[in-house]
C-alpha cells in the first residue's frame, strides 16, 4: 500500500472516528434532553391525574350530600302522608261510631222554605247560621274525597321539593 493510500486511510478513519464520536456526543446531549422532557411530561401528567381525582372527589362528596338532603327530605314527606292517612282513619273512625257528625252550613232562606231541619245538639257549640248534620254515608264519601285531596298535596310538596334539592 502506498503512503497515499495510508494517508487517506488513517483520514477515513480519523473522520469515522470524530462522526462517531460526535454521533455519541449528541446522543448524550439528545437523550439527557428527552429524559428530561420525559420527566416534565410526567410531572404533567402526574398533576392532570391529581386535579381529575380531586375533582371526583368533590363531585362524589357533592352526591352523597345530595343523596342525604333527598333521604331527609322523603323521611318527611312519608312522615307527613303517614300522618295524613292517620288522621284520616280516626276521623273515618270517629265517623263511623257516631263519636263525630258532620254538619254543613245552611245558606239562610228568607221564606223560610228549607225542607232540611236543622240539627243542634244539646251539648254542641254551633256558630253561625243554620246547620244541617250529613248522613254518616255522605260524611264517609266527603272524608276519602279530603283524603285522596290531602294525599295529591303532600305528593304535590314532596315533588317540589325534590326538585328544589336537585337544583340547589
Not at 469515522?16 to 460526535?22: D, I, K, N, S
Not at 243542634?120 to 260524611?139: I, K
Request: glycine content about 8%.
Amino acid at each position: 500500500m502506498s503512503p497515499a493510500a495510508w494517508k487517506l486511510a488513517g483520514v477515513l478513519a480519523l473522520m469515522f472516528v470524530t462522526a462517531g464520536g460526535t454521533w455519541k456526543v449528541q446522543d448524550w446531549r439528545y437523550g439527557k434532553q428527552l429524559a428530561e422532557q420525559t420527566g416534565l411530561h410526567q410531572d404533567d401528567l402526574n398533576a392532570i391525574s391529581n386535579a381529575a381525582a380531586a375533582q371526583v372527589r368533590a363531585d362524589q362528596d357533592k352526591r352523597l350530600e345530595l343523596e342525604q338532603r333527598l333521604s331527609a327530605s322523603e323521611e318527611t314527606h312519608y312522615r307527613k302522608l303517614s300522618d295524613a292517612q292517620k288522621n284520616q282513619a280516626r276521623l273515618r273512625d270517629r265517623l263511623a261510631t257516631s263519636d263525630l257528625r258532620l254538619s254543613v252550613l245552611l245558606d239562610e232562606d228568607p221564606a223560610g222554605s228549607l225542607p232540611v231541619p236543622a240539627g243542634t245538639e244539646a251539648g254542641g257549640v254551633v256558630h253561625g247560621g243554620t246547620r244541617a248534620r250529613l248522613d254518616p254515608a255522605h260524611a264517609q264519601r266527603v272524608v276519602a274525597i279530603t283524603d285522596a285531596g290531602d294525599q295529591g298535596l303532600i305528593a304535590l310538596a314532596a315533588c317540589q321539593a325534590y326538585v328544589r334539592e336537585i337544583h340547589k
